[in-house]
């Protein structure tokens, strides 16, 4: 299904919404929710969104566990960085529990740090690795999830 808003903002508004949704579906079913959310600087709007005095009641965040699907090879506290974007958007006005953030380790090469992001996944799942909702944007260059065209 394919839903076209006028503006930015009730696209954003009716986002909020659907991941408040699926937020109190996961947590009535598995008494939590599993939530990956993208990067780059489309996703910070939505992020101050869901913090903001209106939504910020709407979820039981305690419950929630963030993990990202994307991020750029710069240190957690660098303006570039997707979790220091998150962390100011969204962690830090919710007051999220830093045992509920799975940030991806930077600081090791990148397939040390996909290793062990993935092994940080796998033992916060008992099972199967099930999120319960992937965030995903589209960069100018078409790329998604730190993903590009033409590259390895």
């Known amino acids: 299904m394919i839903k076209v808003y006028p ?31 993208s990067g780059g600087s489309s996703p910070k709007k939505l992020y ?17 566990y963030f993990f990202f699907g ?19 958007a969204l962690f830090d006005p919710l007051k999220i529990a830093t045992d509920h953030i799975f940030g991806i380790n930077t600081s090791l090469s990148t397939d040390d740090s996909a290793k062990a992001y993935e092994k940080e996944i796998r033992d916060h799942f008992i099972g199967p690795c099930r999120f319960d909702l992937i965030l995903l944007g589209l ?14």
């Not at 994307?70 to 998150?86: G, I, K, W």
Request: charged letters at 25%; one cysteine or more.
């Open 7 to 37: 503006n930015p903002e009730l696209l954003l508004k009716a986002l909020a919404d659907f991941i408040i949704t699926k937020a109190d579906q996961a947590i009535s079913k598995e008494g939590r929710f599993n939530f990956v959310l």
């Open 48 to 64: 101050e969104l869901l913090a903001s005095n209106y939504y910020r009641s709407k979820i039981k965040w305690s419950e929630v």
């Open 70 to 88: 994307d991020e750029r090879c710069v240190p957690h506290d660098h303006p570039d960085s997707n979790f220091l974007m998150a962390k100011k």
């Open 139 to 152: 960069g100018d260059n078409s790329h998604t999830a730190s993903l590009f065209p033409h590259t390895s």
